[in-house]
C-alpha cells in the first residue's frame, strides 16, 4: 500500500516556476515508478511526465517538454516536478501517480494516486 500526498502548488505569474512535491508512505515506494498528472476543469486528464523506479528513464508529456523536470528521491520517499516558463495553459490540479512500470504509468495505469494540488498561472 502506498500513500501518495502532494503538494506545493500555489498562484503564479506567467513565465515564473514552481516545484511540486510527492510524499510516499510505505516501504515499496522504491519500487514503483512514478508520474505526474493534470486536469483542467472541463478537460481529459493529461499526462505531465513520468520517471522509472530507478531514476534513470524519465518521459515528458508534449506540452511540457523543455520546461518542466520530474525527479525523485528513493531516500526520501519522495518525488517532484519542477515547473519552469509556466503558462495560463498549465493551470491545472496536478495529481501524482504510483505504478508498476514507467510505461503503464504513463499510460495512467497506476495503483496509487493522490488527491492533488492546485496550480494556477495567471496572465
Known amino acids: ?16 516556476s514552481l516545484r511540486l512535491s ?3 508512505s510505505g516501504r515499496s515506494f522504491s519500487t514503483y515508478a512514478m508520474g505526474w ?12 511526465a513520468a520517471i522509472s ?14 520546461r518542466f523536470t520530474i525527479s ?3 531516500a526520501k520517499n519522495a518525488v517532484y516536478l519542477q515547473m519552469n516558463s509556466l503558462k495560463p495553459e ?7 501517480a504510483a ?3 514507467i510505461l503503464t504509468t504513463r499510460g495512467g495505469d497506476n495503483n496509487y494516486w493522490g ?3 492546485q496550480v494556477t498561472v495567471s496572465s
Do not use: H, M
Not at 90 to 96: G, L
Open 22 to 24: 510527492c510524499a510516499a
Open 72 to 74: 525523485r528521491d528513493n
Open 99 to 101: 505504478g508498476t512500470s
Open 53 to 66: 523506479w530507478s531514476g534513470l528513464i524519465t518521459y515528458n508529456g508534449d506540452s511540457v517538454k523543455g
Open 115 to 117: 488527491q492533488g494540488t
Open 1 to 16: 500500500q502506498v500513500r501518495l500526498v502532494e503538494s506545493g502548488g500555489g498562484l503564479v505569474q506567467t513565465g515564473g
Open 90 to 96: 498549465d493551470t491545472a490540479v496536478y495529481y501524482c
Open 37 to 48: 498528472f493534470r486536469q483542467a476543469p472541463g478537460k481529459e486528464r493529461e499526462f505531465v
